[in-house]
């Protein structure tokens, strides 16, 4: 039926059409699979870590000689 402010369905239409959009929508979903499930293989990661310290040791006078004289202690 058309209207001076356009077209409009019959209520009775309108409610099959929202019908048939919602047993479209309803199919669909039916048809979506979501799957979850552990890789076959383990998961390996590569990490190259270069790791560089310096370690820097202050002694005593008093110590440093007796280490110099005595190089048999270590």
């Known amino acids: 039926?058309?209207?001076e402010t356009g077209f409009r369905l019959?209520?009775?239409?309108?409610?099959?059409?929202?019908?048939?959009?919602i047993?479209?929508?309803l199919a669909l979903l039916g048809c979506v699979?979501?799957?979850v499930a552990t890789p076959d293989k383990p998961i390996n990661i590569n990490m190259n870590v270069k790791i560089e310290h310096e370690i820097h040791i202050k002694i005593?006078?008093?110590i440093e000689d007796m280490l110099k004289n005595n190089s048999n202690l270590f």
């Open 1 to 3: 039926m058309i209207t």
């Open 10 to 21: 019959p209520i009775a239409k309108m409610g099959m059409m929202w019908a048939g959009i």
């Open 23 to 25: 047993l479209v929508n």
């Open 33 to 35: 699979r979501l799957e």
């Open 60 to 62: 005593d006078r008093q």
